[in-house]
Nanobody, 123 residues
Framework: QVQLVESGGGLVQAGGSLRLSCAAS????????MGWFRQAPEKEREFVAA???????YYADSVKGRFTISRDNAKNTVYLQMSSLKPEDTAVYYC?????????????????WGQGTQVTVSS
């Protein structure tokens, strides 16, 4: 069982930056692939970024070059550094963990979810 707690969301102006954190419980964090997803009002949850056990990463085209996912296994934490934020990045951001070492792009492939943190980008 893995429990995830996100933090770091908030209100920021367009062009600004935020760093989201996701703290995970459990002794096997380093073996889990981790992902960030987001969901805007009346839209489906969408993939943002993922990182596997070896820190190989993958990004949605919409955030590539602006967002960076990373992990610190010593702290059982995964991060999402967001820069050059746009109003269309506004959403609830969710951290997710797979019961597997390799990342995936669909939310259906993730087994554990955090409660989400709101990110609002004003124009």
């Amino acid at each position: 069982q893995v429990q995830l707690v996100e933090s770091g969301g908030g209100l920021v102006q367009a062009g600004g930056s935020l760093r989201l954190s996701c703290a995970a419980s459990g002794r096997t964090f380093s073996s889990h692939a981790m992902g960030w997803f987001r969901q805007a009002p009346e839209k489906e949850r969408e993939f943002v970024a993922a990182i596997d056990w070896s820190s190989d990463t993958y990004y949605a085209d919409s955030v590539k070059g602006r967002f960076t996912i990373s992990r610190d296994n010593a702290k059982n934490t995964v991060y999402l550094q967001m820069s050059s934020l746009k109003p269309e990045d506004t959403a609830v951001y969710y951290c997710a963990a797979r019961g597997d070492s390799w990342y995936a792009l669909s939310p259906r492939n993730y087994d554990y979810w955090g409660q989400g943190t709101q990110v609002t980008v004003s124009s």
